[in-house]
């Protein structure tokens, strides 16, 4: 750790110290020894922008620089503007810096957000010299964007009429989010609380509103905004503080640096009108959003104004999670009990200046808004005058404090602490670190569980509070977009628009302009992470030790075998993993599981899992998964309590499991709208490759209509379904399983093991069957594409992965996001073989997949110079040497387990990615071209699919 000691007061740089505190809350619990370096600096430049900088052990270093963004419409000018600073800057001028950034750098995040009040721009990487470059070119890109310069990103990203209509990139993006019905239940209830703020307005950018946002106002509040007495810097991990202050200052903040460039500043201001007297008048009617949907995806809402104050945020959340955050939990399940909505969700937005409760009710019955206030605080005065349950409350608690101690899969620490901290530093400039401290409100918590504290909150929030809405999602019948009436002078001004625009995108940037990109070279790419070492022993069962720092925390999974069973029988598995742990025992009842599950557990989880072993696509591994982990005290309960749970759940409660299949039901809908990228690739991968058949059985679309067809026809269903149930759990778990385990294995012998050794093995044959397309509600669509290599006798290695990437950000990015305006797109080649084309939230459907054909003929004629290569080697060796936590470590570790694929082939890939030459890309090229002519399509889109039906099988997914 650099001496980066300095005394309050003090200057570096320009840069005042103005505290300095120790907040144990940010030490770092990787594999390096923590000095006791875990202390939080805060600092004021002179230029009036506002630095903290976390210290700690940690080698992954971070920086965000956000803004204070108050919408005054909901034209979504500051979503705009997160997409186009990221166009080209004054000091790197190129068209998409950003993505000359995820093809060039050693990365482990990279990107930007936009939050109802703020938006920042946070980067991270293990590599020093790399990260200062990332840092330059996001400080050029917030303070000086070739936005003033150039009319295209504004039309690029935002949104330009064409001859068919609208489009732009946030525009597509926001026509998809607006397809979702929780979207309109948030922005509702944000209208209805806050009616005199910014919050009122979409942050993000309501479709038919963005239409509407000009030039000049789009550059308006870019120049108010971006100014650095508005900005907000936050840097973390292991760094020299001095030498980065020297690099802000020398190049962006000091007074001699083009001071004439600066066009304004923003001060901290207040958050508009806030009328504390603000009541709700239960007796009004609610707030009604017609939304152009189906009508499964009927909803209504509640949203409950609570007080700013850090710690009562805290008890919120316990209190949240104690009364609502399962179905066992009080309020929750006494309002599924009255059977007026599918499914109950609570949430709390806390990251804004006035936090709020969400109330969504997903499915719910006609006029079920007109009675919810009512409803709710009348259970809640039950539960409160009942009492809250001591030990769920202190339950809760406990899981709270397992998942502060366990870093999350892909998390970012420096991203995750920023978040937090700008969560409260926003809206009072002497709360710079008070998110992040925990560790006194944990004690706080545990004494107020001794008292009546937690039901007097839940009254004061529940029903006393006169800050209230209500908000109920309509489903209507979409109207046919007609296609605009231009004049012949408009259509004229529209297509010369679109030609220049086309023509700008089409430009390749001048060499010169790509040279001033800060690059690494090869040579920069440090040793590869150590290897986690992996030890299988063989007793009564196969158990697999892998020896990685877990942090006090024991990970224990289970597989079971699952053989023999026909699709039927794995949709009914799969919704055994759905109803597991939420159910009576003989020793339990749901009510207790749960509040065991919590305290002593800080994860469980069940599931079909599936492999296909390495070198034989056909050959399938299926298992039933039991993913646990606990705080290595509690260690004993990975044995007993899944014990009780897998070998005496009584399955007779058939009026709970309706409701929980039901949910199950809600949540797949869900998904494919907002998601449905990932429904395409699993549903055209399942018709040529088995692994994913069997996926589609457990989790996709064949699964969803089985499940729908049991639960429409409930009444004769249900006893055969029980049965069923029944006698495949106690067949299954009568299986002896694999287990994988990290931590300590003192839990390991007292897991009760079946009596039957059975192989897991299954060979699955693959139907021939006419690509797949599904209508779903919304405006936008999912493309995918995919093929495997084994299937067509070519293997996979590491320069096809290299090459996959530079599919990805050059040619699908440039003509899928850039040129057609999807939101996302991408390639990925998986070490097995499988190549997988995808976009994400796209207007269009022929084009897109004209793209993915077309992009292999590109890349096997692409002519690259070295340095071009090496970036794109340097990008795909920095995802393979990404830190990732234990949890990630292990689901990664398992997967290669159970297909059978050698450890050493990560090194084996990393090194031929390194060594990826021109010709390795043009050979990739030559082979993802007989690929993509016969390869499996699927779409998850509107109702234009139908106009293709000469193309797809197509299905309204709903409607069946």
């Known amino acids: 750790m650099p001496d980066n000691k300095i005394k309050i007061g003090e200057e570096i740089h320009d840069f005042k110290l103005l505290k300095i505190e120790d907040i144990p809350e940010i030490k770092f619990t990787g594999n390096i020894d923590d000095n006791g370096n875990h202390n939080a600096y805060e600092y004021v430049h002179t230029s009036g922008a506002k630095l903290l900088h976390l210290e700690n052990e940690d080698p992954e270093l971070a920086f965000t620089i956000g803004f204070k963004t108050l919408p005054k419409d909901s034209t979504g000018v500051f979503h705009i503007l997160e997409h186009s600073v990221l166009c080209g800057s004054k000091k790197f001028p190129v068209k998409e810096p950003f993505t000359n950034l995820l093809k060039s750098s050693m990365q482990t995040f990279l990107n930007a957000m936009t939050f109802p009040d703020k938006t920042i721009y946070p980067v991270a990487s293990t590599n020093e010299k790399d990260f200062y470059n990332l840092v330059d070119v996001y400080m050029d890109a917030v303070l000086y964007p070739n936005i003033y310069k150039n009319k295209n990103i504004f039309y690029q990203e935002g949104g330009h009429k064409t001859p068919e209509g609208f489009s732009g990139v946030v525009f597509n993006e926001m026509s998809g989010v607006y397809s979702d019905p929780q979207e309109h239940i948030f922005e509702g209830l944000m209208q209805q609380l806050f009616p005199d703020s910014c919050y009122a307005y979409s942050s993000g950018g309501a479709p038919e509103v963005i239409k509407k946002l000009t030039y000049e106002e789009y550059l308006a509040q870019h120049n108010t905004n971006y100014s650095l007495s508005n900005a907000y810097i936050i840097v973390y991990g292991n760094l020299d503080i001095t030498k980065m202050f020297k690099f802000l200052n020398d190049n962006y903040l000091s007074k001699e640096n083009d001071l004439k460039e600066w066009r304004g500043s923003t001060p901290v201001t207040s958050q508009g009108k806030w009328d504390s007297n603000y009541s709700y008048d239960v007796n009004s009617k609610p707030y009604i959003r017609e939304v152009a949907t189906a009508k499964e995806n009927a909803e209504c809402g509640a949203g409950f104004v609570v007080k700013r104050d850090h710690r009562q945020l805290a008890a919120t959340r316990i209190l949240l999670n104690t009364i609502a955050g399962s179905n066992e939990s009080p309020l929750k399940k006494a309002l599924l009990d009255e059977n007026f909505c599918a499914d109950i969700d609570f949430d709390m937005l806390s990251e804004v200046y006035e936090p709020f409760i969400i109330v969504e009710c997903k499915s719910s019955k006609k006029d079920a808004s007109k009675n919810l206030l009512k409803l709710i605080s009348d259970k809640v005065t039950q539960i409160a005058d009942g009492g809250i349950s001591k030990d769920m409350l202190q339950a809760t608690i406990s899981n709270v404090e397992f998942k502060l101690k366990e870093k999350l899969p892909d998390c970012t620490n420096g991203l995750d602490y920023s978040i937090c901290a700008m969560s409260e530093w926003l809206y009072d400039s002497d709360a710079s670190t008070s998110a992040l401290k925990y560790l006194d409100d944990i004690k706080w918590l545990k004494e107020q569980v001794k008292t009546d504290y937690f039901e007097k909150l839940?009254?004061?929030?529940?029903?006393?509070?006169?800050?209230?809405?209500?908000?109920?999602?309509?489903?209507?019948?979409?109207?046919?977009?007609?296609?605009?009436?231009?004049?012949?002078?408009?259509?004229?001004?529209?297509?010369?628009?679109?030609?220049?625009?086309?023509?700008?995108?089409?430009?390749?940037?001048?060499?010169?302009?790509?040279?001033?990109?800060?690059?690494?070279?090869?040579?920069?790419?440090?040793?590869?992470?150590?290897?986690?070492?992996?030890?299988?022993?063989?007793?009564?069962?196969?158990?697999?030790?892998?020896?990685?720092?877990?942090?006090?925390?024991?990970?224990?999974?289970?597989?079971?075998?699952?053989?023999?069973?026909?699709?039927?029988?794995?949709?009914?598995?799969?919704?055994?993993?759905?109803?597991?742990?939420?159910?009576?025992?003989?020793?339990?009842?749901?009510?207790?599981?749960?509040?065991?599950?919590?305290?002593?557990?800080?994860?469980?989880?069940?599931?079909?899992?599936?492999?296909?072993?390495?070198?034989?696509?056909?050959?399938?591994?299926?298992?039933?998964?039991?993913?646990?982990?606990?705080?290595?005290?509690?260690?004993?309960?990975?044995?007993?309590?899944?014990?009780?749970?897998?070998?005496?759940?009584?399955?007779?409660?058939?009026?709970?499991?309706?409701?929980?299949?039901?949910?199950?039901?809600?949540?797949?809908?869900?998904?494919?709208?907002?998601?449905?990228?990932?429904?395409?690739?699993?549903?055209?991968?399942?018709?040529?490759?088995?692994?994913?058949?069997?996926?589609?059985?457990?989790?996709?679309?064949?699964?969803?209509?089985?499940?729908?067809?049991?639960?429409?026809?409930?009444?004769?269903?249900?006893?055969?379904?029980?049965?069923?149930?029944?006698?495949?759990?106690?067949?299954?778990?009568?299986?002896?399983?694999?287990?994988?385990?990290?931590?300590?294995?003192?839990?390991?012998?007292?897991?009760?093991?079946?009596?039957?050794?059975?192989?897991?093995?299954?060979?699955?044959?693959?139907?021939?069957?006419?690509?797949?397309?599904?209508?779903?509600?919304?405006?936008?669509?999912?493309?995918?594409?995919?093929?495997?290599?084994?299937?067509?006798?070519?293997?996979?290695?590491?320069?096809?992965?290299?090459?996959?990437?530079?599919?990805?950000?050059?040619?699908?990015w440039n003509n899928v996001r850039v040129k057609n305006g999807a939101y996302g797109s991408g390639m990925i080649a998986s070490p097995r073989g499988t190549i997988q084309f995808y976009s994400f939230r796209d207007p269009q459907i022929q084009k897109t997949f004209e793209n993915f054909e077309n992009s292999t003929k590109w890349l096997s004629e692409l002519e690259l110079d070295k340095q071009s290569l090496d970036n794109y080697i340097i990008s795909s060796v920095a995802k393979i040497d990404a830190p990732s936590s234990a949890l990630a470590k292990i689901q990664i570790l398992d997967t290669y387990y159970f297909s059978d694929i050698d450890l050493n082939l990560i090194e084996k890939n990393r090194d031929q990615i390194i060594h990826t030459t021109l010709d390795d890309v043009h050979e990739a090229g030559r082979v993802f071209a007989k690929l993509s002519k016969n390869s499996s399509k699927c779409v998850f889109g509107t109702k234009a699919l139908n106009k293709c039906s000469d193309q797809f099988n197509i299905v309204d997914l709903f409607s069946v």
């Not at 797949?668 to 907002?674: N, S, T, V």
């Not at 049965?723 to 694999?738: E, G, Y």
């Not at 669509?781 to 293997?795: G, W």
Request: charged content about 30%; some cysteine.
């Open 458 to 812: 839940a009254k004061e929030i529940f029903v006393e509070n006169k800050h209230v809405a209500v908000v109920e999602v309509v489903p209507v019948e979409k109207t046919e977009t007609k296609k605009p009436n231009y004049s012949d002078e408009e259509q004229k001004e529209i297509i010369e628009l679109c030609q220049n625009l086309v023509k700008w995108q089409a430009t390749p940037d001048s060499k010169e302009d790509e040279a001033k990109i800060p690059v690494m070279s090869i040579d920069d790419i440090g040793e590869m992470p150590k290897m986690t070492k992996r030890t299988v022993e063989e007793k009564d069962i196969t158990l697999v030790k892998y020896d990685i720092n877990t942090n006090g925390i024991t990970y224990v999974n289970r597989y079971y075998p699952l053989n023999d069973f026909d699709g039927e029988d794995i949709h009914i598995i799969s919704m055994l993993t759905e109803l597991l742990g939420k159910l009576d025992t003989e020793k339990y009842s749901s009510e207790e599981i749960d509040v065991i599950a919590r305290e002593k557990l800080g994860r469980l989880g069940f599931r079909c899992a599936f492999f296909e072993k390495f070198d034989n696509p056909s050959n399938l591994d299926l298992r039933l998964a039991i993913r646990s982990a606990a705080l290595d005290e509690n260690s004993k309960y990975l044995a007993t309590l899944i014990d009780e749970i897998i070998f005496r759940t009584k399955f007779e409660d058939s009026d709970k499991i309706f409701k929980i299949l039901k949910q199950k039901q809600v949540s797949l809908e869900q998904g494919f709208i907002a998601a449905g990228h990932s429904a395409a690739l699993n549903n055209a991968a399942s018709r040529i490759l088995p692994v994913y058949k069997m996926s589609e059985m457990a989790s996709g679309v064949a699964f969803y209509h089985y499940l729908k067809q049991i639960l429409n026809t409930w009444e004769k269903s249900k006893d055969n379904l029980i049965k069923k149930l029944q006698d495949l759990s106690a067949d299954v778990f009568n299986c002896k399983p694999i287990i994988t385990y990290a931590g300590t294995n003192e839990c390991i012998s007292q897991i009760t093991i079946g009596e039957k050794d059975a192989k897991a093995m299954a060979n699955i044959s693959i139907d021939e069957a006419k690509d797949s397309a599904f209508i779903i509600p919304g405006d936008v669509n999912y493309c995918a594409m995919v093929n495997d290599l084994r299937l067509n006798n070519e293997k996979m290695d590491g320069t096809k992965v290299a090459s996959s990437k530079i599919v990805a950000l050059d040619y699908l």
